[in-house]
């Protein structure tokens, strides 16, 4: 099992990153604020004015450690890719799935499946956390609309109703996602469905930032395995778009992100104090409230579970790249479905 090792986030404005020996060193000023073994990290992400040495962004190259830069608010701009690993016939497998219809709508299937069926569960939990009727009702009613699509899926083998059903059990999902939010924060944290580039309200704006996250650690799973993360089953290929990475997510979000973000509204650890409006109506975590999902986020990623494939325990952390290693085996031939992630 691949060794789950720690993200480093620097968010400090005008911080250098450089390497002295095996030792990474971040300096603001010129002090030296923190440091550590350069082999304890499996990424190093900066975000905004932060700068890293010319030798430290070789070593990185040279080690297969991921480097993404994503500007002050969280959205991506960029990530540093090293040689190419892998084994090439995996790839050209990938390549052919995604060419034929019936295969990849297949793996489409299985992983709007696994999202469906994962939101449910959310849906259920909140349903159970509630003494109000009305939000109790609302719930179920949402979970039922998912369940219906979740039995409908199984029969589909187009890729375009695959689509439509996984539309509609997000907005019946997001619809309802606030009624999951403890009615003492939802003045500030109201809903009005999901929307993005940009979020308009602070729900959406945590969602987001939290998603990029999650998206980052997908993408770093798929390119470990060998796959090419810009070809992907569920999402339209667009250049430069993150294909794989998106689709791999999907089954995670629920569980990652959106659980995540209802335990740091409902225990008041991000607040209205923790976001920004800009112009136009754009609603963005400020620097505080980065850093306390980020930290968050990670001590998230240490909790252990009972992987339903494996029958052992593994860190929520690893779930990308354990999903990353079934999906290469099932393009393999070594599987004859690719098995979704599926909590309860």
Same mark, same amino acid.
């Given at each position: 099992?691949?060794?789950?090792?720690?993200?480093?986030?620097?968010?400090?404005?005008?911080?250098?990153?450089?390497?002295?020996?095996?030792?990474?060193?971040?300096?603001?000023?010129?002090?030296?604020?923190?440091?550590?073994?350069?082999?304890?990290?499996?990424?190093?992400?900066?975000?905004?004015?932060?700068?890293?040495?010319?030798?430290?962004?070789?070593?990185?190259?040279?080690?297969?450690?991921?480097?993404?830069?994503?500007?002050?608010?969280?959205?991506?701009?960029?990530?540093?890719?090293?040689?190419?690993?892998?084994?090439?016939?995996?790839?050209?497998?990938?390549?052919?799935?995604?060419?034929?219809?019936?295969?990849?709508?297949?793996?489409?299937?299985?992983?709007?499946?696994?999202?469906?069926?994962?939101?449910?569960?959310?849906?259920?939990?909140?349903?159970?956390?509630?003494?109000?009727?009305?939000?109790?009702?609302?719930?179920?009613?949402? &979970? $039922?609309? /998912? #369940?219906?699509? %979740?039995?409908?899926? !199984?029969?589909?083998?187009?890729? +375009?109703?695959?689509?439509?059903?996984?539309?509609?059990?997000?907005?019946?999902?997001?619809?309802?996602?606030?009624?999951?939010?403890?009615?003492?924060?939802?003045?500030?944290?109201?809903?009005?469905?999901?929307?993005?580039?940009?979020?308009?309200?602070?729900?959406?704006?945590?969602?987001?930032?939290?998603?990029?996250?999650?998206?980052?650690?997908?993408?770093?799973?798929?390119?470990?395995?060998?796959?090419?993360?810009?070809?992907?089953?569920?999402?339209?290929?667009?250049?430069?778009?993150?294909?794989?990475?998106?689709?791999?997510?999907?089954?995670?979000?629920?569980?990652? &992100? $959106?659980? /995540? #973000?209802?335990? %740091?509204?409902?225990? !008041?650890?991000?607040?209205?104090? +923790?976001?920004?409006?800009?112009?136009?109506?754009?609603?963005?975590?400020?620097?505080?409230?980065?850093?306390?999902?980020?930290?968050?986020?990670?001590?998230?990623?240490?909790?252990?579970?009972?992987?339903?494939?494996?029958?052992?325990?593994?860190?929520?952390?690893?779930?990308?790249?354990?999903?990353?290693?079934?999906?290469?085996?099932?393009?393999?031939?070594?599987?004859?479905?690719?098995?979704?992630?599926?909590?309860?």
């Amino acid at each position: 099992m691949k060794q789950l090792l720690n993200t480093l986030y620097v968010m400090t404005q005008g911080a250098y990153v450089n390497l002295d020996h095996e030792t990474l060193k971040v300096e603001v000023e010129g002090k030296v604020q923190m440091q550590v073994p350069l082999h304890h990290l499996g990424a190093i992400v900066t975000m905004g004015n932060v700068m890293m040495s010319p030798f430290l962004l070789g070593r990185c190259a040279d080690d297969g450690r991921a480097v993404v830069i994503l500007d002050r608010n969280g959205q991506f701009k960029c990530r540093m890719v090293g040689k190419t690993t892998g084994n090439v016939l995996l790839r050209q497998a990938q390549y052919e799935f995604v060419r034929d219809k019936e295969k990849s709508t297949g793996v489409a299937r299985n992983i709007v499946a696994g999202k469906v069926r994962n939101s449910r569960e959310v849906l259920l939990r909140g349903a159970r956390e509630t003494e109000n009727q009305e939000e109790i009702s609302a719930l179920k009613k949402a &979970a $039922d609309i /998912l #369940a219906d699509a %979740l039995f409908r899926l !199984k029969d589909t083998h187009d890729i +375009d109703v695959v689509r439509g059903y996984e539309g509609e059990s997000a907005n019946a999902y997001f619809g309802v996602f606030d009624r999951m939010v403890k009615e003492d924060a939802r003045k500030t944290f109201k809903m009005n469905g999901r929307n993005r580039r940009p979020p308009l309200d602070p729900v959406n704006g945590l969602l987001s930032f939290l998603y990029t996250l999650v998206l980052n650690d997908c993408i770093s799973a798929l390119e470990g395995v060998g796959l090419d993360s810009q070809m992907g089953f569920l999402h339209a290929l667009r250049p430069g778009r993150p294909s794989l990475g998106l689709d791999l997510m999907e089954e995670f979000r629920s569980l990652l &992100a $959106d659980r /995540l #973000a209802l335990t %740091l509204i409902n225990r !008041k650890q991000i607040t209205s104090k +923790d976001f920004e409006v800009r112009p136009g109506g754009a609603t963005l975590l400020n620097d505080e409230g980065r850093k306390t999902v980020v930290v968050a986020y990670q001590k998230r990623k240490q909790d252990e579970f009972k992987h339903p494939v494996l029958n052992e325990k593994v860190s929520f952390g690893l779930l990308p790249h354990v999903q990353a290693r079934l999906l290469a085996r099932h393009l393999r031939g070594d599987l004859e479905v690719y098995p979704p992630f599926l909590y309860s």
